[in-house]
C-alpha cells in the first residue's frame, strides 16, 4: 500500500500570501497524483491530476508539481475561497490512498 | 451536465445490511470506471471500491473485503453498494466518483453530494 503523507497538517495564511502543501509517498506513485479541495459540508473537488495538469475551470493560481515520491500543490495568491482542505491522493496501485489532508486556514 | 445522486443511507444496528443507490446522468455510463469513496465524521476520505466499466472487475479496500459488494446496471446507469455486516466503522458519509478516464490511472472529476451511512445501535 501506498501512504500519502502530507504536510503541513495545518497551514495558517492570509490572503494572498502564497501556500505550498506537501504530499510525500511511502514509494513512488509515478505521476499518477491529484490533489482534491474540500469544504465542509461539501464533496471534494478535483484541482490537479497527473501531478501537475490543473483541472477544468481551475484557476491558474493553483498549480502542482512533483513526480515518484515528492508532490507539491502551490497557491500562487490566497483568495478568501481558497480556505479549506486539501488531499492529495494516488491512483498507481491498488488500494488507492488519500492523504490525511492539509487545512487551510485563514491567519 | 454530469450528474451522480446516491441514496438508500440511514441508521442501521451492527450486523445489519443497507444497499447505496448511485444513479448517474450526462455522461457514457459504461464507458467509465467508478468507485466509492468514503469519510468519517471529521475524519479523511477513503477509498471503498472501484468497478470497471462492464462491471466484470471489481476491487476493494481491505476494510470492506467480504463484507461489500460493487455492482452497476449499465442500462439504468446505476451503481449499488451492497453493505453486509456493518460495523460501527462504517458510519461515514459515502460519495460515488466518476473516475475521469476508462483506465484505472484516471482521478475522480466528479462527485455525488454523498449519502450517510450511521452503524449504531
Known amino acids: 500500500e501506498i501512504v500519502l503523507t502530507q504536510s503541513p497538517a495545518t497551514l495558517s495564511l492570509s490572503p494572498g500570501e502564497r501556500a505550498t502543501l506537501s504530499c510525500r509517498a511511502s514509494q513512488s506513485a509515478s505521476s499518477y497524483l491529484a490533489w482534491y479541495q474540500q469544504k465542509p459540508g461539501q464533496a471534494p473537488r478535483l484541482l490537479i491530476y497527473d501531478a501537475s495538469n490543473r483541472a477544468t475551470g481551475i484557476p491558474a493560481r493553483f498549480s502542482g508539481s512533483g513526480s515518484g515520491t515528492d508532490f507539491t500543490l502551490t497557491i500562487s495568491s490566497l483568495e478568501p475561497e481558497d480556505f479549506a482542505v486539501y488531499y492529495c491522493?494516488?491512483?498507481?496501485?491498488?488500494?488507492?490512498?488519500f492523504g490525511q489532508g492539509t487545512r487551510l486556514e485563514i491567519k | 451536465e454530469v450528474q451522480l445522486l446516491e441514496s438508500g443511507g440511514g441508521l442501521v444496528q451492527p450486523g445489519g445490511s443497507l444497499r447505496l443507490s448511485c444513479a448517474a446522468s450526462g455522461f457514457s455510463f459504461s464507458s467509465y470506471v467508478m468507485s466509492w469513496v468514503r469519510q468519517a465524521p471529521g475524519r479523511g476520505l477513503e477509498w471503498v471500491s472501484d468497478i470497471s466499466g462492464s462491471g466484470g472487475s471489481t476491487y476493494y479496500a481491505d476494510s470492506v473485503k467480504g463484507r461489500f459488494t460493487f455492482s452497476r446496471d449499465n442500462s439504468k446507469n446505476t451503481l449499488y453498494l451492497q453493505m453486509n455486516s456493518l460495523r460501527a466503522e462504517d458510519t461515514a458519509v459515502y460519495y460515488c466518483?466518476?473516475?475521469?478516464?476508462?483506465?484505472?490511472?484516471?482521478?475522480?472529476?466528479?462527485w455525488g453530494q454523498g449519502t450517510l451511512v450511521t452503524v449504531s445501535s
Open positions: 466518483a466518476k473516475v475521469s478516464g476508462g483506465s484505472y490511472y484516471f482521478p475522480f472529476d466528479y
Open positions: 491522493q494516488q491512483r498507481s496501485n491498488w488500494p488507492i490512498t
